[in-house]
């Protein structure tokens, strides 16, 4: 018996394929994309012939993230919030808190027993998310990538003023014509966002163990500035991206046994991997 | 519509073009006057023979016009309320009662008379306390309100007209409340969506009419056999306004809303106005003190309940108690309307409040576009999962 978990962030989309016993038999990263939201089936068939499986060897498929509804062969939908909780829990079996910065939204969870039992997400505006860092890395002129590097260089702390990206990226550039370095500045970038999202954090109220996961988490210099502004340990996985992928894998090895020892039949989705199809094609 | 449009069908044609039997009672001579929000006393409208039309918002519609009068970081029903006014969807009305219920209305009133030329407009100051300072200063408030309808009309209001239109807005309420008796069973009879056509329907129909289509509802609903598929968790919402069919259909997706407790919902129909011998101390009584909206200031004085919070809470919150035992609710949502302070102060407390009572509760912020239904979606669902795993 082998589960699906398919993670459609605004960003990038994950899969992940485990086997009975929660091993994980691949694993595939691809960027969401305007057209990649209907690709979903393009990343499911790299992640079978990763494990070389086949699509009828999948007992179970849960979709999750913000483009959960537009995977035609998923069985069931969870949000992303259930499924980090899920993922982490499983990675981190200490996790009372864990906080998500993705490339749309930061999302904090409160986590008991391997179960989400609070949440708080940022606004709908960039400001605390990943975007904020790739918008401002693009005035800087450096790589995204590269960003948690450079800062650990910097010499003195800048404070940014602004949280709003827009109005970041202004002050970014006024930083640089006043001829601050790259460096300091891009530190107190990381700093910014972080005492966004620790704000944030603090409304649901932070226990240990804290968990960070997200793209944001692979960039050192913001995990630094998350345990600043926490004032405590952060715990990163080590492939921070796919949490959400891999507790939908895991919740839905879970709702499958659990109804065969009710012996239940789940229904579940015609296994054809098809593009997703909107409505506005179809009448075209 | 067509004839043969009936109760729910009829509510939810209605819901979809609420302006149409506006328009229709205009060209047969009947004289229409807007109102932005559930505190103005309609009874003083109907009585004088004019016909109270609800200025709603459209979440379909992107604001364009409205962003030339009032800023970004604004209440977004009145910035959608104003720029449909702009854009002349309001155009066949012949005046406008605007209300001090809260500053963005007190704000958006002064722009909308400016930029409008209704042959009649007034603004009604309200008071934001339940002292019996504010109950006397609203109902003087409400005689100047017909006064200036007076002039409007050219007819002196008389009490018996006036005391026959309490009855029948009183028969509405009590027709509203025999609806939300429909939603009691699991599953409910009638759905909030369903419920959101019905109440946004009433605001756009003369009372008499609203009556007749709340009695076909009822009376549907009680024999309809295709009721709502029931689904795991039974919703109060808490809001400013939930108006909106499809914001209502994110949450019925995964759950039964079966207590919308906004001026979309149950919010002015709960109670009834008293009979008093001078009619306006019952209106100006029920607006002020009945309609359970944040905008009003309710803490209770310190003489009441010192500086005991659990007191507190319980004098301002009160009344939920009571809906969430005889409704049977098993999660709360509290859905703020992005920038809408009144609402967004209360929350800390009224978590507070469904905490002490153990009511898992959620807190949520929409913007009133249809941009906001994704995020929604996902908020929604995650709350729901956290209660129903």
């Known amino acids: 018996m082998h589960f699906a978990g398919v993670d459609i962030g605004s960003t990038m989309t994950k899969v992940v394929l485990i086997d009975k016993s929660d091993n994980q038999l691949s694993c595939i990263k691809g960027p969401t994309g305007p057209e990649h939201r209907r690709l979903a089936n393009e990343v499911m068939r790299q992640a079978l012939q990763q494990a070389s499986l086949q699509i009828d060897d999948i007992s179970y498929i849960i979709a999750t993230g913000y483009g959960r509804l537009n995977v035609p062969f998923a069985d069931r939908q969870i949000t992303e919030l259930s499924c980090h909780a899920r993922g982490v829990s499983t990675l981190f079996p200490g996790v009372r808190t864990a906080i998500d910065i993705g490339g749309q939204d930061a999302k904090c969870m409160r986590i008991h027993d391997g179960r989400l039992i609070s949440f708080v997400m940022n606004d709908k505006c960039a400001a605390g998310t990943g975007r904020f860092l790739e918008v401002t890395a693009t005035a800087l002129g450096i790589k995204l990538e590269d960003m948690g590097d450079i800062s650990l260089k910097a010499t003195k702390r800048i404070h940014i003023s602004n949280l709003c990206t827009i109005f970041a990226q202004q002050e970014v550039i006024a930083l640089l014509s006043r001829g601050e370095k790259p460096e300091n500045i891009v530190a107190g970038l990381h700093d910014a966002l972080a005492s966004r999202v620790a704000a944030l954090a603090r409304r649901l109220g932070i226990e240990p163990d804290l968990v960070l996961t997200g793209g944001v988490a692979k960039n050192i210099g913001m995990v630094r500035a998350m345990k600043d502004s926490l004032g405590c340990e952060v715990l990163v996985p080590e492939e921070p991206l796919i949490t959400g992928a891999l507790g939908a894998a895991i919740l839905a090895k879970e709702i499958y046994t659990k109804a065969v020892e009710a012996g239940q039949v789940l229904p579940t989705k015609s296994r054809r991997l098809e593009k997703a199809t909107f409505f506005a094609e179809e009448h075209r | ?389």
């Open chain 2, 1 to 389: 519509m067509s004839d043969k449009s009936k109760g729910l069908n009829k509510a939810r044609e209605i819901y979809s073009n609420n302006s149409q039997r506006a328009r229709e009672l205009k060209a047969a001579g009947k004289k229409i006057i807007g109102y932005p929000c559930v505190y103005v006393p309609l009874e003083l409208l109907t009585a004088l023979d004019l016909v109270p039309y609800r200025t709603c918002g459209d979440i379909k519609e992107p604001v364009t016009e409205a962003d030339r009068a009032l800023p970004h970081s604004f209440c977004p029903i009145m910035r959608n309320c104003l720029d449909c006014a702009l854009k002349g969807k309001n155009d066949f009305l012949d005046g406008m009662v605007t209300i001090h219920s809260c500053d963005p209305q007190e704000k958006t009133a002064r722009i909308w008379e400016s930029y409008t030329n209704y042959p009649y407009f007034h603004f009604i100051d309200m008071p934001v306390t339940v002292r019996p300072e504010a109950l006397e200063y609203f109902k003087s408030q409400l005689n100047d309100f017909r006064k200036t309808l007076e002039a409007f009309t050219g007819k002196k209001l008389p009490k018996d007209k006036l005391e026959a239109a309490i009855k029948s807005y009183n028969q509405q309420r009590t027709l509203v409340r025999e609806l939300y008796e429909l939603t009691k069973p699991s599953p409910p009879r009638i759905s909030g969506t369903e419920i959101v056509q019905v109440v946004k329907a009433l605001t756009s129909l003369p009372v008499s009419e609203g009556n007749d289509l709340l009695t076909e509802v009822i009376g549907e609903v009680k024999s309809r056999t295709d009721v709502p598929e029931k689904k795991l968790t039974r919703l109060l919402i808490w809001s400013s306004t939930l108006d909106d069919a499809d914001i209502m259909q994110v949450f019925e997706d995964k759950a039964n809303v079966v207590m919308n407790e906004s001026c979309g919902g149950i919010r002015a129909y709960r109670a009834a106005v008293k009979s008093t011998y001078d009619p306006l101390e019952g209106l100006a009584s029920y607006y002020l003190n009945e309609i359970t909206c944040a905008r009003t200031f309710r803490q209770a004085t310190p003489g009441e309940t010192g500086k005991d919070y659990a007191r507190d809470l319980q004098s301002r919150f009160g009344y939920l108690k009571g809906i969430i035992r005889d409704w049977k609710i098993s999660g709360a949502v509290m859905l703020l309307v992005r920038y809408c302070d009144p609402f967004a102060f209360e929350m800390p407390s009224l978590k507070d409040y469904f905490d002490s009572i153990g009511v898992p509760s959620t807190y949520i912020e929409y913007d009133y576009t249809t941009g906001a239904l994704a995020p929604l979606r996902t908020r929604a669902e995650a709350f729901l999962e956290t209660i129903s795993q």
